[in-house]
């Protein structure tokens, strides 16, 4: 059995474009790379300005998204920032958060595949765009609270996620 899949060359068809458009519609900034395969993008978030990328590849067909959050991880965390990435990433349902130890980065990243088609459709990047400024939102400050607070990645999971009601 194999899993080649073979897709037609269309040349026309640029899905950059398609990404270019929905980040004019939400009002972030970007820029393309001189190759025209990536972007980089501002994600305005709650807790400041971030940088993203969005990242296209034909073999295999997909469209990679990813926010790198501004956060300095510390070396003597990197087990309680690795758990805090699990239990992150078990409350996500778009993406995922990575932690790249050797570079001291912990970043947010959703892959579309492309498998029969050409370009993805406007409200898959719009969903992965909300789903990515979501996920970072609600979870910069589980980071912060572990990195800076020296919080167990339990407590600043829950302070992360406490709501109060109604309104003061």
Known sequence: MSLTVETPEIQDIDPMELVENCLDIAGWEYQ??????????????????????????REPPALHFSIT??????SERQAQISQLVM????????????????????LYRHALP????????????RAILAAGLDAVNMFVPAFNFVIWAGKT????????????????
Not at 69 to 74: F, G, Q
Not at 87 to 106: P, Q
Request: aromatic share 8%.
């Open 114 to 125: 492309l498998l029969d088609r050409v370009e993805p459709e406007a409200g898959e990047v």
């Open 32 to 57: 393309r790379d001189e190759e025209d395969h990536s972007l980089q993008c501002i994600a305005q978030t709650r807790w400041g300005d971030m940088g993203g990328m969005f990242a296209s590849r």
């Open 87 to 106: 239990m992150a990433n078990e409350r996500l349902w778009l993406g995922h958060f990575d932690y790249w130890i050797d570079e001291g980065v912990i």
């Open 153 to 168: 990645p339990r407590e600043a999971m829950e302070a992360a996620l406490f709501e109060t009601t109604g309104e003061a």
């Open 69 to 74: 959050l501004d956060i300095k991880p510390k």
